[in-house]
């Protein structure tokens, strides 16, 4: 179990092997946050009776709370269920800067996935951003300091979720280019492979903790708490500097073989010898071209907001082609995945360029690319797009790294009940665990030495 809590060993141990809901249950009430019974037997197509069952243990360990039933209707009155409030989730996103991390954004969350208190920033020092080690110990004390925050004070912590930008293999932080926390430092490159997050941590806050890639956790949450109905959907978030995917199939996030699943920033969609290179050093990218950071590359510098200035012909065709590659990038993932839709989280600062016509540019040369470069019936594929502040998008992907605890629930769940479709790479000990001697005792009495706080 990756989330070692009274809690889930009880919903774990007790749930019955097969033919059991308790996931599908637990998805519902998650993706609707308010639910009755019978609605939950409708969308999961069960007897009302199942559905009884995996509520009621649900509720005999406290995750789930009903309503008092609501009778405007004749008949017999549905009585909606709600997430306990007696929980919370920590989320925090490591924020990189020129290549290393740079701040933390924490915030903690109800089992709905809604922020529980404000947001909490805290700037990285020195020492941080060049050694792994101070950097899990800054993390720690964050985390530990959201923790005691009066607003959480009736709430027991389940666990904590943590989202980088690189890529994440069971709780390992990969130190690569595309990582950005490996780029030339001695001291990263002293980490070997990469920074274990996970298992660090844990001995530190002595809390479960759940680590991914940001993107990877931003289509968890869409997948939790989106209230989509789409089972096939992608998320691609556009940063700064960065571009990222997150897949959702058949209504579960895939990582794929080593967790690097999603890199739609490295999407070629230029061929030349002389394309524009990208961070990991190949040419011709997706994220050469589509971001405001290789927008202001083409153009100079380029204002917070685009209000006062008159855009010429230059500046509409730099949007322009920006745009253009990230649509191509978007046509191959439709070409190849055929999603339901695409959840497009773009940067707050291109939109205000729209009102000069160089934003509305970059949207209208990207759904250009997107029909041009997909097969007719690609076209399907609705595109949403949500235009974000940085300040927001961060915000949202640290409620996104909270929801990674309820996700990790949900997944040990599926795996008892025998209807998880992939092995989960996470809960499989690596090689190198199997062949070293482990530090102290097992794997998973490293994880959950201390348990957590007040475990009934
Ligand atoms: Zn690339």
Redesign the pocket.
């Given at each position: 179990m990756i989330i070692e809590h009274q809690v889930v060993r009880n919903l774990v141990r007790t749930s019955p092997v097969a033919g059991s809901s308790l996931a599908g249950v637990l998805r519902q009430i998650a993706r609707c946050r308010r639910v009755a019974r019978r609605d939950i037997a409708r969308a999961l197509e069960l007897s009302p009776a199942t559905v009884s069952k995996a509520v009621a243990r649900l509720q005999d360990i406290g995750l789930v709370r009903s309503e008092p039933p609501r009778s405007e209707r004749p008949g017999r009155p549905a009585v909606p269920l709600l997430w306990s409030d007696d929980y919370a989730c920590l989320g925090v996103s490591v924020i990189d800067r020129n290549g290393l991390p740079s701040r933390l954004v924490g915030v903690a969350t109800g089992l709905d996935g809604r922020a529980v208190g404000p947001a909490v920033r805290h700037r990285l020092d020195d020492g941080a951003r060049r050694d792994g080690k101070q950097l899990l110990a800054q993390i720690s004390t964050f985390i530990d300091s959201l923790t005691s925050r009066a607003d959480l004070a009736q709430r027991e912590v389940l666990g904590v979720g943590v989202q980088v930008g690189g890529p994440v293999q069971d709780g390992v932080v990969r130190l690569s280019p595309?990582s950005g926390w490996a780029t030339g430092e001695s001291l990263w490159r002293a980490q070997g492979r990469g920074l274990d997050v996970r298992q660090g941590l844990q001995r530190m806050i002595r809390r479960p903790v759940a680590v991914d890639n940001n993107v990877t956790a931003l289509a968890v949450y869409e997948s939790l708490y989106g209230g989509t109905s789409a089972s096939n959907f992608v998320v691609v978030a556009v940063f700064y500097d960065r571009v990222g995917a997150g897949i959702v199939l058949n209504g579960r996030v895939w990582r794929g073989h080593t967790s690097m699943a999603g890199e739609a920033?490295?999407i070629?969609v230029h061929s030349e010898r002389t394309a524009r290179e990208?961070?990991?050093?190949?040419r011709g990218?997706v994220?050469?071209y589509s971001t405001p950071a290789s927008i202001m590359s083409e153009l100079g510098e380029l204002p917070e907001t685009a209000i006062s200035r008159i855009m010429g012909e230059e500046e509409r065709e730099a949007f322009s082609a920006a745009g253009e590659a990230l649509g191509y990038g978007l046509a191959s993932i439709i070409n190849w995945l055929n999603p339901e839709k695409i959840i497009l989280y773009l940067p707050e600062l291109l939109r205000s360029y729209a009102w000069d016509k160089a934003g509305r540019s970059y949207i209208d040369a990207m759904r250009n690319a997107v029909r041009k470069g997909s097969l007719p019936d690609g076209a399907d594929t609705v595109i949403e797009e949500q235009f974000f502040s940085a300040d927001h998008m961060e915000e949202i992907c640290a409620r996104a790294a909270a929801g990674l605890v309820l996700e990790a629930i949900v997944q040990d769940v599926e795996l008892q009940e025998g209807h998880a479709e992939e092995p989960d790479r996470r809960r499989r000990p690596r090689r190198r665990d199997r062949d070293q001697p482990q530090e102290q005792g097992s794997q998973d009495s490293s994880r959950t030495s201390g348990g957590t706080t007040g475990v009934p």
């Open positions: 595309n920033g490295h070629r990208c961070h990991s050093g190949h990218c994220e050469a």
